[in-house]
């Protein structure tokens, strides 16, 4: 038997739960398909309202969503049914799943509940924070950092320091990052891209999925795999040359610098034909 994958989207189709309102738009993941075996960075662009939140949704198990067919597999396991915490547990980090804001948690604090969940391991604080001083210099964080209230207060980047620091010790075997709705500025989207780079120089193995609308964040990281999503499927997969070909389109179009079109998205795909 061949090595199986270590994550697969099989045909997902969504909708929103509940969906007994008329007006309700019924299903928006169509059939999405996605595989990734270990190492590999995959990134998902597409158009404003081609899908992109609700998969990530759909990926953390949100209860906003309902998977109406299709799978998701993690490590050989259907994990469809599986809630958030137990996907963590498993292995899964999903960037996206933390609290805006937790008053009176600090940064370390949290970090010891979230390690305790996924591993089961109860670091006393002092241990942890020995173990988050190496990877607080490889980010270019201040010490001061870990003992800082969750998210209160912070910048754009320093929440994703914050979330790429969770990243780092809870050492997943595969992560999804949603990067469409963080509204990330050019220094944050370089803590993205390095945060990943870091983690991923300790984890080789690790499987990286990456939904964003953000060029410059590939052209940071260089994802071995670019997928298109339109109308809530991946219509066209390729390497970095699909995100180049969006970057020349959009050069040419002079539109602005951290986004990518959707015409710019349409455009490719009518070439392709
Ligand atoms: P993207 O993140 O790619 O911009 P979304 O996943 O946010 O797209 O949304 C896809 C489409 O589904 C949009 O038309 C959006 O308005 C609609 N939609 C998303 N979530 C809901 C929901 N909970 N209820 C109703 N419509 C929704
Ligand atoms: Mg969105």
Known sequence: MSES????????????????????????LKGLDLTVNAGEVHAIMGPNGCGKSTLASCLLASPEYEVTAGRIVFKGDDITDWPTDVRAKSGLFLGFQYP????????????????SARKGIDLSVLELRLATMDWMKRLGMDSSFVDRYLNEGFSGGEKKRNE????????????????????LDIDALRIVAKGIREVRADRPEMGVVLITHYQRLLDELAPDHVHVMVDGRIVASGGMEIAEKLE????????????????????LLLEKK
């Open 5 to 28: 994958p270590l994550f697969v989207v099989d045909g997902l189709h969504a909708r929103p739960a509940a969906d007994d309102d008329a007006a309700a738009p019924g299903e928006i």
């Open 100 to 115: 805006q804001e937790i008053a009176g948690v600090s940064v370390i604090q949290f970090l010891r509940q979230a390690l």
């Open 164 to 183: 790429i620091m969770q990243m780092a010790i809870l050492e997943p075997d595969m992560a999804i990052l949603d990067e469409t709705d963080s509204g």
């Open 248 to 267: 020349t389109s959009r050069s040419e179009e002079h539109t602005s610098e951290l986004q990518s079109p959707c015409n710019l998205v349409c455009r």
